[in-house]
């Protein structure tokens, strides 16, 4: 049975900027796959290069066996790809919005499953509301709409929840949980790491074009048994300044090994005879795992791609 | 599944969604240049009639301005709906929605171009309707199926000629340029509001090598039987300037160019 998708040695540069360098992956039919990477990393890049929309320099990407340049129509009939600019066309209505995306398909009476997706993505009111009279979170959940109207075997979402709210969000991933479920493969690129680590089984970190981390989301949380804190100073101790994973405005992230590992820190800055003016302590989640691969602490050999995948 | 997969009808949505756009906002597509022409007529007849002869007087200047006109309308609304339809959607950033589905290069150029063809012929038909009042010796059409001819392939090059413009183009005053700066004055020096026969010859040999003469005046010829040039050689420029511009237009659409980046 072919990957869901299968991604080999695609690299691509824009100008002087590599945005790929090498990227190897592999999903299985199922899984709902994250991709992670801080901004530039190239994920939209490769979700483009997956949908069509860019070409690589070198390499090759599959779709269930289609590749997506030799095969594209296979291979596009087989992705659903929801894109991170909310875009829409001004001249319909949701409605319109959705059959003429499900006709690009080559499908016709897809009325019964164009009413499903827009219950689910609670649009029935909205219906016959033209595009341009939506909210932005309205607007989202269209797209998200239109990538499904070919019932797409494998589902893209890039950013699919920036900007939008608490709620929308809580029916969104419910719909999205569902389809996975029901056998769709999902890959996602999200800002929230907490929404990756609640729904994905397996999680590619991508940093300047490359994959620095591929896992599942169970291993890469145990990789880290430290705790980090967030202090907020007005500057380190020297010994202290090779710990910093990240800095936000004057909002220091150290990683720490164990809990004793605090006293020294409190007693350096005593030392120093300098005010905290914050302190937070945070167990290990996706989010301290991931700024310790992206500060580059943790650079084991990336594993090879595994299509083992956990029961969910 | 309840839906049903038809081949073509891929293509046949991106017609339909063309059509509809335009349709959407007709007061400005089709009313406004119907209008625009009927200006024109009104204005240059009045100025004009009783001073300037065309083809030794055979045709009065009114009559002989209507088929111009018809032309000059199906040219410039043709490329307007192809260009402005891609360009918009490149700005607006929703041509995504047609680089998603499974569309071949083939059939995202002939649903650009029909649609560009109608939106043309349309707006052409409404100015030969509303200005048919002015002919009142118009009883019969010489060569109909010449006149056909030069409108379907007018409105398929020009339609062409915007979906290249549309392709190239990455904001709305290089398209605007394009318009103004090569179409415009081509149809203007086409031979629209003149025979090229009362053209200085040193004019007259720069007006044929200006594909739009040849589309006006064929297309004249379809309703006079008269013509500054040989009717079958200026369909057969024609057809080959669609051809070449057909070609380029695939070629560009195969490679992605400005699209898939």
Redesign the interface.
């Known amino acids: 049975m072919p990957a869901a998708v299968e991604v080999v040695d695609i690299a691509r540069h824009f100008g002087s900027v590599q945005a790929l360098s090498g990227v190897d992956l592999e999903v299985a039919e199922g899984e709902f796959f994250g991709l992670l990477g801080p901004n530039g990393a190239g994920k939209t890049t490769l979700i483009s290069i997956l949908a069509g929309l860019t070409r690589s320099d070198r390499g090759f990407a599959r779709i269930l066996g289609h590749d997506v340049v030799t095969d594209y129509r296979a291979a596009r009939r087989a992705l659903g790809v929801v894109p991170q600019e909310l875009v829409f066309d001004p001249f319909f209505s949701v409605r319109e919005t959705l059959s003429i995306q499900s006709g690009y398909f080559g499908l016709r009476n897809n009325d019964a499953w164009i009413d499903e997706i827009l219950h689910h993505l609670d649009l029935t009111g909205k219906a016959d509301a033209n595009m341009r009279s939506l909210s932005g979170g309205m607007k989202r959940r269209v797209l998200v709409g239109q990538a499904l109207v070919h019932k797409p075997p494998v589902i893209v979402l890039d950013e699919p929840t920036a900007g939008v709210d608490v709620e929308l969000r809580q029916s969104l991933w419910a719909f999205i949980r569902k389809l996975n479920r029901d056998g769709h493969t999902i890959i996602l690129t999200t800002h929230y790491l907490e929404e990756a680590e609640a729904l994905c089984t397996r999680i590619a970190m991508l940093k300047a074009g490359r994959v620095v981390a591929l896992d599942t989301t169970q291993n890469l949380l145990s990789r880290f048994q430290g705790l980090t804190v967030r202090i907020a100073v007005s500057r380190l101790p020297p010994s202290w300044q090779a710990r910093v994973l990240r800095e936000d405005s004057g909002m220091f992230y150290l990683g720490l090994d164990t809990y004793g590992e605090l006293e020294t820190l409190l007693a350096a800055l005593r030392a120093e005879n300098i005010a905290i003016r914050e302190l937070a302590l945070a167990e290990t989640d996706l989010e301290q795992v991931f700024l310790r691969i992206m500060a580059g602490e943790d650079t084991p050999a990336i594993p090879p791609p595994s299509l083992e995948v956990p029961e969910a | 599944?309840?839906?049903?997969?038809?081949?073509?009808?891929?293509w046949?949505?991106?017609l339909?969604?063309e059509l509809?756009?335009f349709w959407?906002?007709s007061f400005q597509t089709i009313a406004a240049p119907v209008l625009t022409a009927l200006l024109y007529l009104v204005i240059f007849s009045h100025a004009l009639e009783a001073h300037v002869a065309v083809f030794d007087g055979r045709v009065r200047y009114t009559a002989f301005l209507v088929p111009g006109l018809v032309m000059m309308s199906v040219l410039q609304n043709a490329f307007a709906n192809s260009s402005s339809s891609l360009i918009q959607?490149k700005i607006?950033?929703?041509l995504?929605?047609?680089?998603?589905?499974?569309?071949?290069p083939l059939e995202i150029f002939g649903a650009y171009v029909l649609g560009a063809m109608v939106r043309g012929l349309i707006v052409g038909l409404g100015v030969f309707v509303v200005t048919l009042w002015f002919l009142p010796d118009l009883h019969a059409i010489a060569h109909p199926l010449y006149a056909i001819a030069f409108a379907l392939l007018g409105s398929a090059l020009l339609g062409v000629l915007g979906l290249i413009a549309g392709i190239w183009a990455d904001k709305f005053d290089q398209l605007a340029a394009f318009q103004n700066f090569i179409i415009v004055p081509l149809t203007f020096l086409s031979g629209v509001f003149y025979s090229i026969q009362t053209l200085p010859p040193f004019w007259q040999v720069v007006s044929h090598f200006n594909p739009f003469f040849y589309m006006i005046d064929g297309f004249r010829y379809g309703f006079f039987g008269l013509s500054d040039a040989p009717p079958a050689w200026s369909l057969a420029i024609v057809a080959a300037a669609a051809c070449g511009l057909t070609l380029v237009a695939l070629g560009l659409l195969s490679r992605?160019w400005k699209l898939?980046?």
């Open positions: 599944m309840t839906h049903i997969e038809v081949s073509g009808h891929g046949l949505t991106l339909y969604k509809l756009r959407k906002v959607s607006t950033g929703n995504i929605f047609v680089l998603l589905p499974p569309l071949s992605g898939r980046h």
